[in-house]
């Protein structure tokens, strides 16, 4: 797996783009919208430089190495030519993974393993019969040059020799590859976040504590222990017997899930729609590259300490 093509160079294609060039492999890039396209440089760019910066890259990475690395491509046709992987990262529409997948059918080298990004729609029956062999989800998770883990799921046939190598792959690129045994909308961490996400509309819209409030119940309260102990592990530090009788006592019922936030809708009506539009739930004044370049040099420091201290849970269990 050396010749990488990504279609889509939005929020995800171009991070995911950086990362298997920072992997050795040699990418090309592409997106329908040429704008799109033009501006994925100078974002692959500026997270480059970030992640030079904070030792997340190796140092002699330059703006020229990236560029010889990772080719921008106007048609689909050259961009997969010759290409033995593919990363489908395009807009969450069935009609639109439909028409590509069934354009990759048509242009993409036989043996192409293509491998899509989606994250709730269940992609593998927009996919040709004859491409199920070779295909797969990998999905990752934003910003992908920084977050490890990829939830990878092989569609219904593939074959497990393509499974391995794409996984091998991603380990060797100190990625996180977690394989699930079937799609499921949201895999595992993003049905926690949307439970999450949930709760905190709840909370946020019955007044119970702001924006700020919750958020500081989250990084003070839960987050701390989160990276260490994870869920199972904390259960296990908790006592299970406790977990019992919570769970018998019935304390606290979730609420069923909101199709509708008032606080969400009033912000969206007001344009702050996030940190690219200036403000959301917080105010963001200032350049947005320098803002994700703040959130990276944070996470690259929190990424360097926990590797040196270390889980007690899961895969990397190290106690
Ligand atoms: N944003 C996230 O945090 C995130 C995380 C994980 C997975 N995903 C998934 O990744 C995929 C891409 O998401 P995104 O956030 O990067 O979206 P995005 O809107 O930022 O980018 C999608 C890009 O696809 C391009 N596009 C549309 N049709 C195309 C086609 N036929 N050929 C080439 N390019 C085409 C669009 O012009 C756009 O630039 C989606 O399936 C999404 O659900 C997103």
Same mark, same amino acid.
């Given at each position: 797996?050396?010749?990488?093509?990504?279609?889509?160079? !939005?929020?995800?294609?171009?991070?995911?783009?950086?990362?298997?060039?920072?992997? !050795?492999?040699?990418?090309?890039?592409?997106?329908?919208?040429?704008?799109?396209?033009?501006?994925?440089? !100078?974002?692959?760019?500026?997270?480059?430089?970030?992640?030079?910066?904070?030792?997340?890259?190796?140092?002699?990475?330059?703006?020229?190495?990236?560029?010889?690395?990772?080719?921008?491509?106007?048609?689909?046709?050259?961009?997969?030519?010759?290409?033995?992987?593919?990363?489908?990262?395009?807009? =969450?529409?069935?009609?639109?993974?439909?028409?590509?997948?069934?354009?990759?059918?048509?242009?993409?080298?036989?043996?192409?393993?293509?491998?899509?990004?989606?994250?709730?729609?269940?992609?593998?029956?927009?996919?040709?019969?004859?491409?199920?062999?070779?295909?797969?989800?990998?999905?990752?998770?934003?910003?992908?040059?920084?977050?490890?883990?990829?939830?990878?799921?092989?569609?219904?046939?593939?074959?497990?020799?393509?499974?391995?190598?794409?996984?091998?792959?991603?380990?060797?690129?100190?990625?996180?590859?977690?394989?699930?045994?079937?799609?499921?909308? !949201?895999?595992?961490?993003?049905?926690?976040?949307?439970?999450?996400?949930?709760?905190?509309?709840?909370?946020?819209? =019955?007044?119970?504590?702001?924006?700020? =409030?919750?958020?500081?119940?989250?990084?003070?309260?839960?987050?701390?222990?989160?990276?260490?102990?994870?869920?199972?592990?904390?259960?296990?530090?908790?006592?299970?017997?406790?977990?019992?009788?919570?769970?018998?006592?019935?304390?606290?019922?979730?609420?069923?899930?909101?199709?509708?936030?008032?606080?969400?809708?009033?912000?969206?009506?007001?344009?702050?729609?996030?940190?690219?539009?200036?403000?959301?739930?917080?105010?963001?004044?200032?350049?947005?590259?320098?803002?994700?370049?703040?959130?990276?040099?944070?996470?690259?420091?929190?990424?360097?300490? *926990?590797?040196?201290?270390?889980? *007690?849970?899961?895969?990397?269990?190290?106690?």
């Amino acid at each position: 797996m050396s010749r990488i093509a990504v279609i889509g160079a !939005g929020t995800m294609g171009h991070a995911i783009a950086l990362v298997y060039a920072l992997g !050795g492999h040699q990418v090309r890039l592409t997106d329908s919208n040429p704008d799109t396209l033009a501006r994925a440089q !100078g974002l692959m760019e500026a997270a480059l430089a970030t992640l030079v910066a904070g030792g997340e890259a190796p140092a002699d990475w330059t703006s020229a190495h990236l560029a010889q690395a990772v080719t921008r491509h106007a048609t689909l046709e050259e961009t997969v030519d010759g290409a033995e992987f593919i990363v489908e990262a395009i807009i =969450e529409t069935p009609e639109a993974k439909r028409a590509l997948f069934e354009q990759l059918d048509r242009v993409a080298p036989a043996e192409a393993i293509i491998a899509s990004n989606t994250s709730q729609l269940d992609v593998f029956p927009l996919i040709p019969e004859r491409r199920q062999r070779r295909a797969m989800i990998t999905h990752w998770y934003t910003p992908p040059y920084l977050v490890d883990l990829v939830d990878v799921i092989p569609a219904p046939g593939c074959d497990p020799a393509a499974l391995d190598a794409v996984e091998a792959a991603l380990k060797t690129m100190g990625k996180q590859p977690l394989r699930l045994s079937k799609f499921v909308p !949201g895999y595992v961490a993003n049905r926690i976040q949307a439970a999450i996400g949930a709760e905190v509309q709840h909370l946020l819209d =019955e007044g119970v504590a702001s924006a700020a =409030e919750i958020d500081a119940a989250i990084i003070h309260g839960l987050a701390l222990r989160l990276p260490i102990l994870a869920v199972f592990a904390k259960a296990d530090f908790t006592g299970l017997a406790l977990m019992q009788s919570v769970m018998r006592n019935g304390g606290y019922t979730p609420p069923p899930p909101r199709r509708q936030s008032a606080t969400l809708d009033a912000l969206v009506a007001q344009g702050r729609t996030g940190v690219l539009a200036g403000a959301g739930y917080y105010d963001w004044p200032g350049d947005p590259e320098k803002l994700f370049g703040a959130r990276d040099k944070r996470l690259i420091a929190l990424k360097r300490a *926990m590797r040196q201290i270390g889980t *007690m849970a899961g895969l990397e269990r190290d106690a």
